[in-house]
């Protein structure tokens, strides 16, 4: 048998299930599998041993008085430390939550993960706040987690310990959150399988938000079995989360092997700026798809990918300083550069420019989901690049930057990051495969049926003994007029912002330019009639 830290979900439960290895066994060999390369990895802000060695115990006991629940009954996970547990503290990856009390609710998520007999073994990095302006600074209470396949390498954020668990095998699969890419580009970067289900699909309910109106909350999983798995275990209505949907949860596992014969696959090449490796990862997948049986179309974005990208930063800067204003305007020096950035930029979004933004993404969703329900799924790019180097830390923000992830935040489709193999350095390819809003049996069944077709799952990363020390980005602000400079400190104070030292009056007197391009770029609706999508949900109206 191979060593337990390398078994998929699907593979672990069986064993378990046919009482060939107790989940005692299988804890045991996770937290040996932490102890010997967490360290390299940081995949963890917190272990929880103990609680999860006693759950193991409770779980093997019901398995051998025949009370096995399922799958996921004695399979070790982690979750990124934006989900809640009652007892335990919640940091978010900041120092402003480090001596806050223990939670006194679960996040519907986790407790249903722990009714199936899933077992926690503990809280997972995280960008602060599970947010950012897309930098790595190196100034958070926990050093950033690395990637598995290679420590010198980035996992993509936010939910960097998620990637860097799954991939390295410290944990069975994780949670992660989604509000522009943060599940499927560590996905990406790890070599994953990695979903955001349909807005509304999975509670948001006691998870710490970072954009109340594109948040998903999802898993990162080795395989696609192991997501139709979890993904039966969280889906569904959640009173307490007023955008959850009562859309009817299938059984994602059956179908997921019916291969895709007759389906019609819409292909997305219009996209620049797309490393060669990965265009030739997704022309790979097309070819094999079409050798299994599915129809190829050629189709585009009903919109230039800029215009996706400026109405998604304008809603998220706007609604992540909502969320944060306080700790901002009095404790802003607590904060990483990277989180206090993307303040920044919120604190400087118009409010018309935000309500523009709002308008144009129930256009933009409407005609997304169009061009979704023309065919049966979307094959196009996700991360446009492969994993970012920490020693060059130029590259890391286009990582996080030049996506097509974006898209289906403000649409509201489920998407899910693919493994497509390996560049010529040894890191992972994506690709993304989108369906119809709840239609995630789809997405599965193709993206099944690729992984069927390809060896990828079978390659496994091997951590080196050392990891390679990050080189710091420059932070050094560009030249800014002093009319510029006058007028950014005006409007600081103004608002709230005393106190800022004169590097920081740089800073936003940038950040008001860029908000204010981005603003303006969001195409303004003709028709006074046409509202704004306050309260997302779906199917839309």
Known sequence: MSELHTLSVAEAGRLIGARKISPVELVEAMLARIAAIDGRLNSYILVLAERA????????????????????????????DNYHVAGLPTTGGSRLMQDGPSQTETATIVARLERAGAILMGKLNTWEYGTGDGQVYHDLPYPVARNPWNLA?????????AGAAVA????????????????????????????????????????????????????????????????????????????????????????????????????????????????DGIEDAGRRLAE???ILREVSLPAPLSTYQAVAWTINWAESFSIHEQDFLARRGRMGRALRTKMGAGFCVRAVDYLAALRERRRLALA?????????????????????????????????RDTACSVFNLSGHPALS????FDAGGLPL????????????TVLRVAQAYEAATPWRARKPD???????????????????????AEAERYAIRYGLDGLAPAEVAELALLLDKTAAAGLAIPRQPSKEDEPAHVFRVPLR
């Open 368 to 400: 997304t989901d169009a061009l979704v329900r023309s065919v049966d799924a979307l094959l196009l790019p996700g991360a446009f690049h492969v994993a970012p180097s920490l020693r060059e830390p130029d590259t890391v923000p286009a990582f996080t």
């Open 430 to 441: 994506n690709a993304q495969i989108v369906g119809r809003h709840f239609d995630e049996a």
């Open 463 to 485: 951590p080196a003994p050392h990891a390679p020390e990050p080189i710091m980005p420059d932070t050094t602000p560009p030249p800014v007029s002093p009319e510029h400079l």
């Open 292 to 294: 299994a049986g599915a």
């Open 153 to 161: 390498r980035f996992t993509g954020g936010s939910s960097t310990g």
């Open 53 to 80: 060695l006693g759950t193991a115990r409770t779980a093997e006991a019901e398995i051998m008085a025949g009370g096995w629940r399922g799958p996921l009954h004695g399979i070790p996970f982690g979750i990124k």
């Open 168 to 279: 390295g095998g410290t944990a069975l699969f994780a949670l992660g959150s989604d509000t522009g890419g943060s599940i499927r580009l560590p996905a990406a970067a790890c070599g994953l399988q990695g979903l955001k289900p349909t807005f509304g699909r999975n509670s948001r309910a006691a998870c710490l938000p970072n954009c109340w109106s594109l948040d998903h909350t999802g898993a990162l999983t080795w395989n696609v079995e192991d997501q139709a798995i979890v993904l039966g275990a969280t889906a569904g209505f959640d009173p307490r989360d007023p955008s959850s949907a009562t859309a009817h949860v299938p059984d994602y596992r059956q179908g997921l092997h019916e291969g895709v014969r007759g389906l019609v696959i819409g292909i997305v090449r219009d996209l620049d700026g797309v490393d060669p490796a990965i265009r």
């Open 418 to 421: 693919l493994c497509t193999g």
